[in-house]
């Protein structure tokens, strides 16, 4: 590494020799949250700069993308933000439904199963993210009740598409299968429960006086470097700035459901711990809005282009089966042209920008990852800080490695 | 400043701006290279575009010439951040000498964009702080994005393999 540089100062004893340390943090440190590896340039205890470096993980999912079809791309975007791999797979829907300019045709049952999924992803990621953020600091049993809840996030992702961590869920056009029959009583029972935890998590973080001995007044980062840094999510509303494109640019109907964006003006890790709890309650919001309206009838859109047709007419009827022959093997045409979509993730904006040349397969797809951009202000926040605090602002950011590195 | 409306953005840049496209909403302006970092400062400084949301590249080898395209995407937050105004900047590079200045002095944000592309593209930079690759290997020697890179040939990561063992650098 080239970028080393040793201080030496003469002091009055000629003895004594000054110079900054470096330390690696990373890529195998449990506080890094995946394999993120940071160089700390030190003195003494204080950091004087922090330099992360990404990548190990890179799997190349925007090359992988260009060479299959649209649907066969889904199960990629699982795999970036895996805390939250429902809402990275919604994501992907709409922006191929956009690039397909069909939005409208989606059926009222798939957008409301979509938004209950995106908001059960939203607090399962909260709960991961508060829940490590505050056992990097030491609270070990905030932590145990998080990941207790997390469970019953993961056994309704069950019941409805029979994975728990990498879903692959909706389809372009809709869901894949009607949702089970004890869907809305299993979102009913959670919604009974998990009011009552996030009151215990509450009572162990919130007013906590270490945790927030150690997380207020660190990492703190100005509305004006959050915009300039393109932070979003938690990170940039813990500054203050009241931006969640649930609000500004409504994608699934979000304008018809009553709830708040929260915002912490502070722009500290407790700030930020703040927003994310808040939003947790939002999403319980949300959730009750959605069962009480979710609609019946069809859950995907009829659309023989696009759409696999019913597993029962392609084993009995001939046409059925050559559509679903075609579809399988050259995906459905798009449209030539460009689009980029963004969804609101719980650790950011998602974007997709997609290019199409008018074939079944993505010429070009590029994935604007929340943590990517929101990774870069670290060493912002870590500057002229304590090591520990810099394990308090990585937390706080909450990221994860999947989607830096795809 | 109020009541933005996109006929201000056009008429402001006027000869800038070389075409312009609408497709599902998003609108497009192309602008010739050398004057990316002219048009891109007036949009942050004048119609407040604070938000770069996106900054990418596109590889048209063998569609367009020239061959690629950079990407940026901006946003507007309007006064009670509730404005959803978009707009896509797009200029082209040629493939013999691709570089172009970098807007990391507009936003901090585009510094680990711009490595990316970097990184993916080999489109360098002029004026960036710590041009470096970020997701491939330091020692790498190809560019993974472009489309005439081949995805099934090993050889370039054997490459540095070997030349890691022959330097006992590992």
């Keep these: 590494m080239e970028r080393v540089e040793f201080i030496e100062e003469k002091s009055s004893d000629s003895n004594l020799r000054k110079e900054s340390m470096i330390l690696n943090m990373g890529p195998q440190h449990p506080s890094t949250h995946g394999v993120l590896r940071v160089v700390l340039y030190l003195d003494g205890e204080v950091v004087q700069e922090a330099v992360p470096y990404v990548g190990y993980l890179h799997r190349g999912i925007e090359k992988l993308c260009e060479d299959i079809t649209y649907q066969q791309c889904l199960p990629y975007t699982d795999r970036m933000d895996y805390i939250a791999s429902i809402c990275n797979n919604i994501g992907f829907i709409l922006s191929v439904e956009k690039l397909l300019g069909i939005e409208d045709e989606i059926p009222e049952r798939a957008k409301v199963t979509e938004v209950i999924l995106s908001e059960l992803g939203r607090i399962e990621s909260h709960l991961v993210g508060i829940g490590t953020n505050a056992m990097d600091l030491g609270a070990m049993s905030a932590f145990l009740f998080c990941f207790k809840e997390r469970e019953r996030v993961y056994d309704i992702l069950e019941i409805v598409c029979g994975a728990r961590l990498t879903t692959s869920y909706p389809r372009v056009g809709g869901l894949p299968a009607e949702l089970p029959d004890n869907f809305e009583e299993a979102i009913r029972n959670f919604l009974k429960i998990f009011p009552k935890t996030l009151n215990e998590v509450d009572k162990l973080l919130t007013r906590n006086k270490i945790f927030i001995e150690r997380t207020r007044g660190v990492a703190t980062i100005s509305a004006e470097e959050a915009i300039n840094f393109g932070l979003t999510g938690p990170s940039l509303r813990g500054s203050g700035v009241p931006f969640d494109l649930r609000k500004s640019n409504p994608y699934l109907d979000y304008d018809q459901y009553d709830f708040e964006v929260p915002v912490a003006t502070d722009g500290d890790a407790y700030s930020r711990f703040l927003c994310r709890f808040e939003e947790m309650r939002q999403s319980l919001k949300i959730i009750e809005q959605a069962i009480d309206r979710l609609p019946d009838g069809p859950f995907i859109a009829d659309l023989p282009d696009i759409v696999l047709p019913e597993k029962q007419k392609v084993y009995t009827q001939m046409e059925s089966l050559i559509r679903h022959f075609v579809i399988v093997y050259n995906g459905f045409n798009t449209p030539p042209g460009e689009i980029y979509h963004g969804v609101e993730n719980p650790k950011g904006e998602l974007g997709y920008y997609i290019v199409s040349d008018g074939t079944g397969k993505p010429y070009r797809i590029h994935v604007r990852g929340p943590s990517f951009v929101n990774m870069q202000a670290l060493p912002l926040m870590a500057k002229g800080r304590l090591v520990a605090d810099v394990i308090a602002a990585i937390g706080s950011i909450d990221i994860v490695l999947g989607e830096i590195d795809r | ?170």
């Design chain 2, 1 to 170: 400043m109020s009541g933005f409306t996109l006929e201000q953005l056009s008429s402001r840049l006027g000869s800038h701006i070389e075409s312009s496209s609408e497709f599902r909403g998003e609108n497009t302006y192309f602008v010739a290279p050398e004057k990316i970092s002219e048009v891109l400062t007036v949009l942050k400084e004048e119609f407040n575009f604070d938000y770069l949301v996106d900054l990418t590249a596109v590889d048209y080898l063998g569609i367009k010439s020239p061959r690629f395209e950079m990407v940026y995407y901006l946003h507007r937050f309007g006064e009670q951040y509730d404005e959803n105004i978009r707009v896509r900047i797009k200029c082209s590079i040629s493939e013999d000498k691709p570089a172009i200045d970098s807007v990391t002095s507009l936003w901090a944000g585009a510094d680990w964009l711009e490595r990316e592309v970097y990184d993916m593209f080999g489109i360098v930079f002029n004026g960036h702080p710590d041009l470096r690759r970020i997701l491939m290997p330091e020692d790498y020697d190809e560019y993974p994005l472009r489309k005439d890179f081949d995805v099934r040939n090993r050889e370039p990561s054997k490459r540095s393999f070997k030349k890691a063992l022959s330097e006992g650098n590992f």
